[in-house]
C-alpha cells in the first residue's frame, strides 16, 4: 500500500510568514509523529499523536509551533511568523500500535524541506 | 530521561569489510529496539528491529541485543559503497511514548 505522504516536498518562504506542512499517514496507522531535521543533525522530536489521545506536545520549541490531526488521519503542523533558524527538513512517521501497548515500526515520509529568507 | 547514545562517526571501511555499528540506551524497560538507515538528502528507512536478547540476521544484516548490558548493534557483512550513510538507532519502551533516537553514526564504506 502506499507509505506516508508528504506536502509540500519544499518550501521557501520570508521570515514572518506563517507556513502549513501536511502529512498522510499509512492508512490504518493510528500513531503520527513529526520531526525535525536542520542540517547535518539528529531527529529533533517535535509533537506525536496517537489515537484519540492528548497529543504529546513535549518537543514544540515554542508557540509558534502547533499541529492538529483531524479525524484520526491527516495531519497539519502550523509554523507561525517563521523565523531563519526554522529552516530544516520536517519529517514526518506513523506506526500502529502493537499488543503491548507499545508502537511498533515507525515509517517515515520523504519530508518537506523548509528554507525561511 | 531516556537517552540512546551513539557515537557520530565517521566509521570509514574498506569495501568487503564488516561495518559494526554500536547503541547504547539508558532505560532498562526498554523493549523494542530498531536500526534506520538515512542517506544523505532523505528520510530514513527501516533496516532491521529487534525485541529479544541475541542475534537476528536478515541479508547483510545482523542485530545484536543484549539487554543485559543496554546494548543494541549492527553488523554489516561484506560492506559496499552504496552503504555509505548514516544509521539511527531508535529505542522503545512500553507505553504510549514515541521512539527516542539516537544522533546517528555516519558510515562511510571506501571503495
Known amino acids: 500500500g502506499a507509505g506516508v505522504s508528504q506536502s509540500p516536498s519544499n518550501k521557501v518562504t520570508e521570515k514572518g510568514k506563517d507556513v502549513e506542512l501536511r502529512c498522510d499517514p499509512i492508512?490504518?496507522?493510528?500513531?503520527l509523529y513529526w520531526y525535525r531535521q536542520s542540517l547535518g543533525q539528529g531527529l529533533e522530536f517535535l509533537i506525536y499523536?496517537?489515537?484519540?489521545?492528548?497529543?504529546?506536545k513535549s518537543g514544540l520549541p515554542s508557540d509558534r509551533f502547533s499541529a492538529e490531526r483531524t479525524g484520526g488521519s491527516v495531519s497539519t503542523l502550523t509554523i507561525q511568523r517563521t523565523q531563519q533558524e526554522d529552516s530544516a527538513v520536517y519529517l514526518c512517521?506513523?506506526?500502529?500500535?502493537?499488543?503491548?501497548?507499545?508502537?511498533?515500526?515507525?515509517?517515515f515520509g520523504p519530508g518537506t524541506r523548509l528554507l525561511v529568507l | 530521561q531516556k537517552e540512546v547514545e551513539q557515537n557520530s562517526g565517521p566509521l570509514s571501511v574498506p569495501e568487503g569489510a564488516i561495518a559494526s555499528l554500536n547503541c547504547t540506551y539508558s532505560?532498562?524497560?526498554?523493549?523494542?529496539f530498531f536500526w534506520y538507515r538515512q542517506y544523505s538528502g532523505k528520510s530514513p528507512e527501516l533496516i532491521m528491529s529487534?525485541?529479544?536478547?541475541g542475534d537476528k540476521e536478515d541479508g547483510r544484516f545482523t542485530a545484536q541485543l543484549n539487554k543485559a548490558s543496554q546494548y543494541v548493534s549492527l553488523l554489516i557483512r561484506d560492506s559496499q559503497p552504496s552503504d555509505s550513510a548514516t544509521y539511527l538507532c531508535?529505542?522503545?519502551?512500553?507505553?504510549?511514548?514515541?521512539?527516542?533516537f539516537g544522533k546517528g553514526t555516519r558510515l562511510s564504506v571506501i571503495a
Open positions: 512517521a506513523s506506526s500502529s500500535q502493537g499488543t503491548s501497548g507499545s508502537q511498533e515500526t515507525q515509517y
Open positions: 492508512s490504518g496507522h493510528t500513531a
Open positions: 499523536f496517537q489515537g484519540n489521545s492528548a497529543p504529546d
Open positions: 532505560d532498562r524497560g526498554s523493549q523494542s
Open positions: 529487534i525485541y529479544s536478547n
Open positions: 531508535a529505542v522503545n519502551v512500553p507505553g504510549n511514548t514515541p521512539l527516542v
